[in-house]
């Protein structure tokens, strides 16, 4: 039986992992307060950023939709894969040995582990073979293009031989099952059996954002080759195109990092290599489809929020890149972001356009880019002759209902300026007929929700019982706003964040005082309830272990933005938070004896008992009060 990794080890690879570089490979994050970062949440699509990520606590919360967890869990949830794999990736990472118990061999890994190996191992053969003699066509095709053996080198380019299982006969080899292959989209199955997907053909290997090998993209250089041009992989478990965007991999950092935040979204392969080897190094490509809302979401992840950022496209002039260009423009309204389309002249892609006349018109893309909404009116009136009244008003007609879809009303008014001198129109009668389009679409939505305003039909004799409501989770901004609740939650958010910073004996006295929310009380029974508040991860243990429906409130109190101008602030509030806990139960504990010795004889021994603990609470107080 397989061992089970060690505990000692799962928590030390942990303790050595920077949650920020794991999260800050799919999502761009930026400074949300002392000691905590945020972006927009890759687990729910939102406008504004929700996610926040604790580094200093190793943990993770979206305020949004509510996931949270430590870097495991954000592994396992984004990459959907087991535990034990989590911890063997971060491990590989660091470098650093994993030991298993039992004296058992390593866990088995699962079908998409395998997935991912196949697919490296597959990059490895097909970069392995661009050297060849039988490769020469390829090298070929890459030379003429502009491409020398630097350029493949740096993007991964690899050949496929044209036999019928070079790569199945080697992979096979290694180790790898024909059904582990067939669902990699490696090879497929045929009337003749099983043979490789990818034959004769330059191979450009597609990564995720992490740099893993998911799939291939593989462009036709034989003519005797009856497929279609380019033939990419299959959806695998692993691999879905309108997720995917070529070359992001070695685009991000530049996408997040750079003074203006631009992606620029090509058309090919081909095109990407050009804009990167040119110094255009945020360019990316869809692969085999049509941009989308999924690569939308993909984009604004890794831009964020930033409403300086830029999308440029460069769309052919053609028909075919009209229409792209709209099925862009809709996806890109959701975007905090201004959107552009850069067309090269004479309608050159990027290749085409470093072949003829170098890097440097490459660059040059990038200053005659015109915004995406301009383009699309052009497009919308291209073709009608704005010289006659019927064509300045099939050209209104056609362009209006464009505006009318722009919720932002300062945006809408600008573009019905650029619509007018466009058309040559009266501004007024541009806005009046944008109001009209807006006032036939509000209707158009009237049906479903007059559908929904209908009251609800009385359940029969047959009707099943309503299903119970779920119970609506606590939060932060759910709690009520008086003194008491905000002192406890930001003392507990305190404790939770710089707990470790905190005397041990100061933070237990804080923490032995009961709570008056219930809510917070729950939170505060399981901060208590950890031995060390020292040793590394005790806040996501404390918070995992807070009953339902309070664990939510935990992990937004871990996470949320704890008031203080720096970290060293931040300590020195935590230690005043515990402070005036403690003072607050000292004040309690004195009303409730003041109240009791009204009752008492004053030569009881019970009433001396009580003097007695009177006079140590006000030796507290005025201890406590001096620690301002």
Known sequence: ?????????????????????????????????????????????????????????????????????????????????????AVERLAGRIGFTLHYEEGGAAPETSGRARLYAANAAAAEFFRAQLLSSEAEVGRRFLGERGFDAGA??????????????????????????????????????????????????????????????????????????????YLNTPETPIYHKSQVLYGLDLAKRDISRGETRRVIVVEGYT????????????????????????????????????????????FDPDAAGQKAAVRAFTETRSLN??????????????????LARGDGAVRGLMDTKIPMFEFIIDQRLKGRDLGTVEGRLAGLTAAAPLLAEIRDEPLRRRYEHVLARRLGEDLSDVHREVARQRAIQRQGGSTEA???????????????????????????????????????????????????????????????????????????????????????????????????????????????????????????????????IRLRGVDREKRELLSAIQRLAPDSEEGRRVRLRLRELDAVRQRLSGEQ
């Open 1 to 85: 039986m397989a061992g089970r990794i060690a505990q000692a080890d799962v928590e030390e690879v942990k303790a050595r992992t920077n949650i920020a570089d794991i999260v800050g490979e799919r999502v761009a994050l930026k400074s949300a307060g002392v000691g905590s970062l945020k972006g927009l949440c890759p687990f729910h699509d939102e406008r504004s950023p929700s996610f926040h990520v604790r580094p200093q606590v190793g943990f993770y919360h979206c305020f949004g939709c509510g996931e949270s967890g430590d870097v495991y869990t954000f592994l396992r949830q984004i990459d959907h894969v087991s535990f034990t794999e």
């Open 152 to 229: 493949a080198a740096h993007f991964g380019v690899g050949f496929a031989p044209s036999g019928w299982s070079a790569l199945l006969d080697t992979l096979t080899t290694k180790g790898f099952t024909r059904e582990e292959l067939t669902t990699a989209g490696l090879v497929s199955q045929g009337q003749r059996g099983v043979y490789d997907r990818f034959r004769g053909r330059l191979v450009w290997p597609i990564r995720d954002v992490t740099g893993q090998v998911i799939g291939f993209g593989a462009r036709k250089l034989l003519e005797s080759d009856q497929g279609p041009k």
């Open 271 to 314: 095109d990407v290599m050009a804009c990167h080897l040119s110094g255009l190094t945020t360019a990316v490509a869809t692969c085999g489809t049509a941009f989308g809302a999924d690569h939308m979401k993909v984009v604004r992840r890794i831009m964020g929020d930033d409403a300086a950022a830029e999308v440029v496209f460069t």
């Open 337 to 354: 972001a201004q959107s552009f389309v850069a067309v090269g002249p004479t309608g050159l892609d990027p290749c085409d356009l470093r």
């Open 450 to 580: 007059g559908a929904t305003s209908r009251p609800p039909r009385s359940p029969g004799p047959s009707s099943p019982e309503p299903a119970e409501a779920p119970t609506p989770r606590v939060s932060i901004a759910s709690l009520p706003r008086d003194a008491d609740v905000a002192l406890e939650r930001d003392a507990l958010m305190g404790f939770l964040q710089y707990g470790h910073r905190i005397d041990p004996a100061e933070l237990r006295a804080a923490l032995d005082e009961p709570f008056r929310h219930p809510a917070l009380e729950a939170v505060r029974s399981s901060i208590a309830a950890v031995p060390d508040h020292t040793r590394p991860g005790w806040a996501v243990a404390a918070v995992d272990a807070v009953r339902e429906p309070y664990r939510s409130l935990a992990a937004e109190l871990l996470t949320g933005d704890f008031p203080a101008r720096d970290d060293q602030h931040a300590v020195t509030s935590a230690r005043d938070l515990a402070r005036r």
